[in-house]
T-cell receptor
Framework: DAKTTQPTSMDCAEGRAANLPCNHSTISGNEYVYWYRQIHSQGPQYIIHGLKNNETNEMASLIITEDRKSSTLILPHATLRDTAVYYCIVRGNYGQNFVFGPGTRLSVLP | DSGVTQTPKHLITATGQRVTLRCSPRSGDLSVYWYQQSLDQGLQFLIQYYNGEERAKGNILERFSAQQFPDLHSELNLSSLELGDSALYFC?????????????FGSGTQLSVL
């Protein structure tokens, strides 16, 4: 079973920041938070991952709370092409598989 | 383009038949994962191979089997097909293990069982 809880859906205005929350209150010390997204019926796409420090790459920023029980994925300037289902996954260092929950359906509106 | 190639893109077959789905991982990736995505179940992990050896098994039916060949490509075999097996089947590959493991997914095979 997925170890994360995400809102079912969210809307965001084009050009604004999209902040997608994720709760993972039972996360263990060696488990990472990963974010993937799936646009329509394409294969899921890796976005970012982190352990406890905030992370940023060319796609997004990941903010993890100090107690690590929740995180937020930030798309700084959402475009229509960011409309997708976003999956937050908690996974251990080794040997655990990527368990996808239902995710958050983000709709970027013009 | 993720670099993971899946064939065929679409497959239409009848109940009771057997099909084979093929996956070519990214160059150099040793791990291959198979996932099934149906409308009511979401993305379900089926099985993982690492360098030719089965590494982990998920919700894979006994009618389904997979293997990874010496050239690292993988095949997923589905037999005695039922209507409920209609789904998108994704393959993913990865290079590193552990904390830096990132999955790269192919574009999937859409299986329709009629």
């Amino acid at each position: 079973d997925a170890k994360t809880t995400q809102p079912t859906s969210m809307d965001c205005a084009e050009g604004r920041a999209a902040n997608l929350p994720c709760n993972h209150s039972t996360i263990s010390g060696n488990e990472y938070v990963y974010w993937y997204r799936q646009i329509h019926s394409q294969g899921p796409q890796y976005i970012i991952h982190g352990l406890k420090n905030n992370e940023t790459n060319e796609m997004a920023s990941l903010i993890i709370t100090e107690d690590r029980k929740s995180s937020t994925l930030i798309l700084p300037h959402a475009t229509l092409r960011d409309t997708a289902v976003y999956y937050c996954i908690v996974r251990g260092n080794y040997g655990q598989n990527f368990v996808f929950g239902p995710g958050t359906r983000l709709s970027v509106l013009p | 383009d993720s670099g993971v190639t899946q064939t065929p893109k679409h497959l239409i077959t009848a109940t009771g038949q057997r099909v084979t789905l093929r996956c070519s991982p990214r160059s150099g990736d040793l791990s291959v994962y198979w996932y099934q995505q149906s409308l009511d179940q979401g993305l379900q992990f089926l099985i993982q191979y690492y360098n030719g050896e089965e590494r982990a098994k998920g919700n894979i039916l006994e009618r389904f089997s997979a293997q990874q060949f010496p050239d690292l490509h993988s095949e997923l075999n589905l037999s005695s097909l039922e209507l409920g097996d209609s789904a998108l089947y994704f393959c993913a590959s990865s290079a590193a293990r552990g904390a830096d493991e990132k999955l790269f997914f192919g574009s999937g095979t859409q299986l329709s069982v009629l």
